[in-house]
């Protein structure tokens, strides 16, 4: 169980890991771009290899990018659908370059038209990409909180695509924070077994590529997409001592999105913090 956080890369994506290092991070995460416009980044061969030299001097990965915010395969606008599908592909390119595992996205919201009437479209995309893409990097469909008519805030949803995919590279990070605000109490240990057991029944646990450490502002069912820090949310130190010391995350990457404690983003405090509660577990990286 590695654990780490979503940096930055301005200056060169090898300053990641410089980043990482300050965090005392042991994985990471990444944007192959600013995550709120289109245009993803072109790698130079020059930055890819600074970026590998790194890696390999810190042996900090496995590394992860997370999908541009933009991206929705639920709209039924055709524009863009074929944008999503454009970043989405171009990120999975990004990664295989640089060696990341894959990309991790929100599939989208159906705007009120309900799952059903966009599962066809969802499955069609999914495949695209991963069609389109090398053999060696994963898509990765994150669970969402379920606010604003988001695609994937139950298991079953995300199971349902993965299955009609027919692909082994499709795989789901569980966010705890957009667990617990969709219903799935992995604060108490009865509460997770049974998330647990769900997760293996709909989607596999050899389908979860990674875990969204966050504690949340928002109470168990309440709905909202809103991260906290470790320990001073709903979750609490409790509920991750709980899900750190779950046999289900015991080879799992760990990757912090909290706001911080100078709302800066993921913090050496927080990674210390999971870090103690990893040791307390009897876990090691």
């Given amino acids: 169980m590695k654990i780490g956080a979503h940096v930055g890369t301005s200056g060169g ?26 245009r993803r980044k072109n790698y130079a061969p020059s930055e890819v290899e600074a970026y590998r030299k790194r890696v390999a001097e810190t042996g900090i990965e496995p590394a992860f990018i997370h999908g541009l915010y933009l991206v929705n395969l639920a709209t039924e606008n055709p524009d863009l659908l074929a944008k999503s599908y ?6 999975m390119n990004a990664a295989h ?3 990341a595992k894959g990309v991790i996205f929100h599939l989208g919201s159906h705007k009120g038209a309900g799952y059903e009437a966009r599962f066809a479209q969802l499955v069609e995309y999914v495949r695209k990409v991963v069609d389109a893409t090398p053999a060696d990097t ?26 009609e995919s027919g692909s082994d590279r499709v795989h789901v990070c569980i966010d705890t924070q ?32 990674a875990v969204h450490a966050n504690d949340s502002k928002c109470p168990l069912a309440g709905g909202l997409d809103r991260h906290q820090n470790i320990g001073d949310g709903y979750i609490g130190l409790d509920g991750f ?45």
């Fill in 13 to 38: 994506t090898d300053k990641a890991i410089d980043r990482a290092l300050e965090l005392g991070a042991e994985t990471i995460q990444i944007f192959s771009g600013a995550p709120q416009a289109w």
């Fill in 241 to 285: 001592a709980n899900i750190l010391s779950h046999a289900a995350f015991a080879d799992v990457p760990f990757l912090l999105e909290v706001p911080g404690y100078g709302d800066a983003g993921p913090d050496k405090p927080n990674v210390e913090t999971l870090k103690g509660i990893r040791a307390e577990a009897g876990r090691r990286p």
């Fill in 138 to 163: 994963w898509l990765i469909l994150e669970n969402s909180a379920g606010m604003g008519g988001a695609i994937g805030s139950k298991f079953q949803e995300l199971g349902r695509i993965i299955r």
């Fill in 97 to 99: 370059l640089i060696g």
């Fill in 178 to 209: 957009h667990a617990f605000a969709a219903g799935y109490d992995v604060k108490t240990r009865p509460g997770l077994d049974a998330v647990m057991e769900e997760f293996d029944r709909e989607v596999g646990l050899d389908r979860l590529a």
């Fill in 86 to 91: 454009d970043a989405l592909t171009a990120e």
